[in-house]
């Protein structure tokens, strides 16, 4: 049974889509633990197409009991990763756009840097200056 509130907490449910996403199970796979009662689900649709949504706890504890509980840890582990690389990315294109910018700004002051590390820019490497 679902702790009070647990409905209403920020990612604390998931659709059967996201869970084929972060788990890899099917949509089969979580109507056999709602069917076996192992399972709450609330069902919903969007724009007409219908989902399934489900406790993440209670999945996840249905994943362990069915599947093994490395089963479980690698899909975390692999979530996990991708968000990560996804997030590299991210920062990678920002750093870039931040580089282009900065390099238009020195243009226009006329003040050119070699591209480098700040501490070298700011007067040698290793050598630190007090921030007073």
């Known amino acids: 049974m679902a702790e009070y509130g647990e409905w209403n907490r920020k990612g604390a449910t998931l659709s059967d889509a996201t869970a084929k996403k972060e788990y890899g199970v099917s949509r089969e796979f979580i109507v056999k633990g709602i069917r076996a009662g192992k399972l709450e689900y609330r069902e919903g649709s969007v724009w007409g197409n219908p989902y399934i949504?489900?406790?993440r706890s209670q999945l996840e504890e249905y994943i362990a009991e069915k599947l093994g509980p490395d089963r479980l840890a690698s899909g975390k582990s692999q979530t996990e990763l991708r968000k990560i690389k996804k997030?590299?990315?991210?920062?990678?294109?920002?750093?870039?756009?931040?580089?282009?910018?900065?390099?238009?700004?020195?243009?226009?002051?006329?003040?050119?840097?070699?591209?480098?590390?700040?501490?070298?820019?700011?007067?040698?490497?290793?050598?630190?200056?007090?921030?007073?």
């Open 87 to 132: 997030e590299m990315a991210d920062l990678q294109k920002r750093l870039a756009a931040l580089e282009a910018r900065r390099t238009q700004l020195e243009k226009a002051t006329g003040k050119e840097q070699p591209p480098g590390p700040a501490i070298a820019a700011a007067g040698g490497a290793g050598r630190r200056t007090p921030l007073l």
């Open 53 to 55: 949504r489900v406790l």
